[in-house]
């Protein structure tokens, strides 16, 4: 049997794999921004910050937990809107990932999925929620 | 000098340092055996007993100062605590960064004794126990930097207590069993770099191979436990969500799967020789790289479980810089002088179909890999980011696809070749098996084209594998049987990922204390609460009835005393064709009380209370009588709508400026109960109002997941385990009797 057609087609499968894989790794990247970058609301991003004290709220209408973050060099804060189960040390938490992205609609940030980072006295200590 | 063993507690720390001793006496051993004078592995072999002992003993230590909560240890009072129950103590010693090395150096040592058993002949030995001794050095070396046993300057009374979210029996089992995973990695390591540098290119491989099997078998059984474990207890909605600590056990479990195929190509047909060595490379390179992205700090922003940075990422990176050097460096020189067989298999033969499949894996590991360094790739960009589990599906759903279909072919497929008419008569059965299933799907519920082919193809792995099983079976018992048993594992597994993940239907509802609402086919109740009793924390009782059966589910959520953090662990009720999965997101427990500045409304049960200002006239002039310090009566002005009618009440709250002392007079409510002032807050104008006889029910807000066939998922890894366990049975005893024989002659 000759071989080296089948090398080469199994060449080219790879190579289309591996762009497929880079495109979808481009795609579903989430870069850490500014807040005034994910206020452009173009794809889906992470921004980091802490909890404003007594800005959060849970709406039971519309099952989403509402709360703002600062960022801590800026002083800027976000308002973000999480639909879904309140991370358990959620109060405590001294930074706040949220991945999501803005809806220029309603000025809100929508968040898909939350890293809570609490006061680490225990390493590797943090709640995990799923979206 | 003295006053950093002043900060130690000594016990400990000596056992350590004589375990760093004696494992130099090994190495100085082996390196001596390796020069030429064979008396010498006595003295080794000798030393690294004395060397497990002291690990032991570090280990024992280590425990007893966890069981007497001694909290002079900083460890110790960092993970134990006077509360925390026995069993939830063990959990302490690998709850930690330190810990954790310390109990993956223990399985590391324990594990040295069976390859030094199973080296081979004296020199063989040498090598191999040689380069796995500087594997164990290693996690030592970051021990004795790390030590566990540092100790406070001022006792604290209580520890920290152990995080409530590793307070689970799964806490107790599950890492420990990841490590001895960890820790069988480095086995064939150590077997192939010893075969390079001796250049014996022989016989290596099936020494390594019981070994690389019962890893495999190891970790995807410690993968099988925390994906159990997430999904059952931790409430993270899912078995499996890419993070990268999963990953990094992941990872090295796929490049073991293809290195112990790589080993049985070389044991039974002399192939992928040269390969082996990559692959046995690979997969422990995989696992220091894993240790490294999730213990360094370098994921810290990226992931909820990571490590925080300890200072040791300089000692992990030299550590994976010292064994890569020494890998690439017997993989350049040696690489290609291991004889090979030219390649003449034909297209359709067990063994073209073997090297494909591994490709695929690879290639899956590697993608994961790249995804799981996202953050470290985008480091120097503008924004550094990571990737989603939208990528990992995305990636792998290709693969999976492929994988099924190679191995639906491969039972049919003789090592010689087969005709691909011949082959294709053999899967006539099978396929319409699988499109059977496919149609059957399609009714139920799935239409994407891409999900019902990988349906098909699942479907069709699973049967042709699970008839090879079968006629292995009858022909030769379970020997020789594990490996088909475990390709019907995979096809169960795909089959119950699908299912499960992309056909699950999730409704938050919000249910008020006794009143039955419809989710979907089920009508839910929240009955109570639960209170507390002993370890069983307080639960929120739900009533179910769905399809004429009647189950309560008791998801629970509870403050932890010490940290005040909020648990949730969900409920979940099996059954054959689908999991229905309850978590708590929210409990309001019902309220009397309302807070109300001048104009606002409020609501509790039916009654609709607007507040319309203060009457500072209710009993003489309010005000006067705060000027003249005297007890001051003030009214509030409500308007109080029930049952569509409007009333306007006044009830009336005392305050004696002089004495502090407060009273209030209640209005009766229209329709029963009655209204009390409890509070002025006169900054804000706004008045602190309480209900009797009236309340607001306690509402619950929960999560309800209708999860089909996720136990396929389940099921499926235990036959790959199952079948893996059969195979490492099936080696052992060739292994036996090949020393037999050895002996024989």
Redesign the interface.
Same mark, same amino acid.
């Given at each position: 049997?000759k071989?080296k057609p @089948?090398y080469l087609l199994?060449a080219v499968l790879?190579l289309g794999?591996a762009g497929?894989?880079l495109s979808?790794?481009k795609?579903? @990247?989430?870069?850490?921004?500014p807040y005034a =970058?994910a206020r452009s609301g173009e794809r889906?991003?992470?921004v !980091?910050g802490g909890l404003q004290k007594g800005s959060s709220s849970?709406v !039971?209408a519309q #099952?989403s937990l509402y709360f703002n973050i600062v960022d801590p060099k800026t002083h800027e804060t976000l308002r973000v809107r999480y639909?879904?189960? =309140?991370p358990?040390?959620? #109060?405590?938490a001294i930074s706040i990932?949220a991945?999501g992205r803005y809806d220029t609609g309603t000025k809100v940030f929508e968040a898909d =999925?939350l @890293?809570?980072k609490?006061p680490? =006295?225990?390493?590797? !200590? #943090?709640?995990?929620?799923?979206? | 000098m003295l006053n950093y063993l002043s900060h130690l507690y000594l016990p400990g720390a000596m056992t350590l340092w004589c375990a760093f001793v004696f494992a130099a006496a090994a190495l100085v051993g082996y390196a001596d055996v390796l020069s030429g004078r064979p008396g010498s592995l006595q003295f080794a072999r000798r030393s690294y007993g004395f060397y497990a002992v002291s690990i032991l003993l570090t280990a024992a230590v280590m425990a007893m100062l966890l069981l007497l909560r001694d909290y002079r240890i900083e460890y110790v009072s960092q993970y134990s605590g006077n509360d925390l129950p026995t069993h939830y103590q063990f959990a302490s010693f690998w709850a930690g960064q330190k810990g954790s090395f310390l109990i993956w150096l223990v399985w590391g040592t324990l594990l040295g004794l069976l390859v030094q058993r199973a080296a081979g002949p004296s020199k063989a030995e040498a090598a191999v126990m040689g380069i796995y001794t500087l594997t164990v050095l290693a996690l030592l070396l970051i021990l004795i930097r790390e030590n566990p046993f540092k100790m406070l300057p001022q006792t604290p009374a209580d520890g920290a207590g152990l995080n409530p979210l590793l307070q689970n029996n799964w806490m107790v089992i599950h890492p420990p069993i990841m490590f001895i995973g960890y820790a069988a990695a480095a086995i064939p390591f150590a077997f192939a770099m010893a075969s390079l540098w001796r250049r014996d290119y022989d016989g290596w491989a099936a020494r390594a191979f019981p070994f690389a099997l019962g890893g495999f078998l190891i970790l995807g059984t410690a993968i099988l436990m925390g994906g159990y474990w997430a999904y059952k207890t931790l409430g993270w909605g899912g078995f499996w969500g890419w993070d990268p600590v999963e990953n990094a056990s992941l990872i090295p479990w796929l490049f073991g799967t293809v290195m112990i195929h790589g080993l049985h190509m070389e044991r039974t047909r002399g192939r992928y020789r040269r390969a082996n060595y990559v692959l046995a490379t690979l997969t422990y390179m995989s696992v220091l790289y894993g240790t490294f992205l999730t213990r360094s700090g370098v994921l810290a922003d990226f992931s909820v479980h990571s490590f925080v940075d300890l200072g040791i990422s300089g000692w992990l990176i030299a550590l994976m810089a010292s064994f890569a050097i020494l890998s690439v460096y017997l993989l350049a020189t040696r690489l290609r002088h291991v004889p090979t067989q030219p390649n003449e298999d034909p297209f359709l033969s067990r063994g073209t179909f073997m090297v494909l499949a591994s490709i695929t894996l690879l290639v899956s590991a590697l993608v994961i890999t790249a995804g799981t360094s996202a953050p470290l790739l985008t480091r120097f960009m503008e924004n550094p980011g990571q990737v989603g589990p939208s990528f990992y599906n995305q990636v792998n759903l290709p693969i999976a696809l492929l994988v099924a279909l190679l191995l639906s072919v491969v039972p049919f497929l003789s090592w010689k070749g087969e005709g691909a008419r011949a082959l294709l008569r053999k899967l006539i059965g099978p396929s319409l098996f699988a499109l059977a299933a496919t149609a059957g799907a399609a009714v139920w519920k799935v239409h994407q084209p891409f999900h019902l082919l990988f349906i098909c193809l699942a479907t069709l792995a699973l049967a042709t594998n699970a008839y090879k099983t079968a006629l292995k079976y009858r022909a030769h018992g379970l020997r020789g049987a594990g490996g088909y048993l475990a390709h019907v594992g995979v096809g169960v597994i795909l089959l119950g990922i699908i299912s499960s993940s992309a056909y699950d239907e999730s409704t938050k509802v919000t249910l008020e204390m006794g009143v039955p609402r419809q989710v979907g086919d089920a009508t839910l109740t929240f009955i109570r609460m639960v209170p507390r009793r002993g370890f069983d924390k307080e639960g929120m009782e739900i009533a179910v009835v769905r399809h004429g059966k009647q189950f309560t589910v008791t998801p629970k959520m509870f403050m932890n005393d010490r940290t005040r953090q909020l648990m949730v662990n969900p409920d979940v009720r099996s059954s054959l064709l689908a999991d229905f999965y309850v978590s708590p997101i929210e409990f309001d427990p019902g309220q009397s009380a309302l807070q109300l500045a001048k104009g606002d409304s409020g609501q509790v049960g039916n009654v609709m209370v607007r507040f319309a200002g203060f009457d500072l006239q209710a009993e003489g002039n309010a005000m006067a009588q705060m000027a003249a310090g005297k007890p001051v009566v003030i009214g509030a002005r409500l308007a109080v709508t029930r049952d569509g009618k409007t009333t306007e009440l006044k009830p009336l709250y005392r305050l004696n400026p002089a004495t502090g002392e407060v009273g209030a007079v209640p209005a009766a409510l229209p329709g029963g109960g009655e209204v009390a002032v409890t509070g002025i807050d006169a900054s804000n104008g706004a008045v602190r109002l309480e209900m009797a006889g009236v309340k607001t029910p306690a509402r619950l807000s929960i999560d309800v997941t209708h999860k089909p066939l996720i136990l396929l998922v389940w099921s499926g890894l235990w036959i790959v385990l199952a079948g893996g366990l059969m195979a490492t049975a099936n080696r052992l005893r060739e292994a036996r009797l090949r020393d037999r024989l050895a002996a024989a002659k």
């Open positions: 049997m071989t @089948l199994g790879l794999f497929f894989s979808s790794f795609q579903t @990247l989430t870069p850490y921004v =970058k889906i991003v992470q !980091a849970y !039971a #099952e639909k879904g189960v =309140k358990g040390n959620f #109060e405590d990932v991945i =999925k @890293l809570v609490c680490s =006295k225990y390493q590797g !200590a #943090e709640v995990k929620t799923y979206s | -």
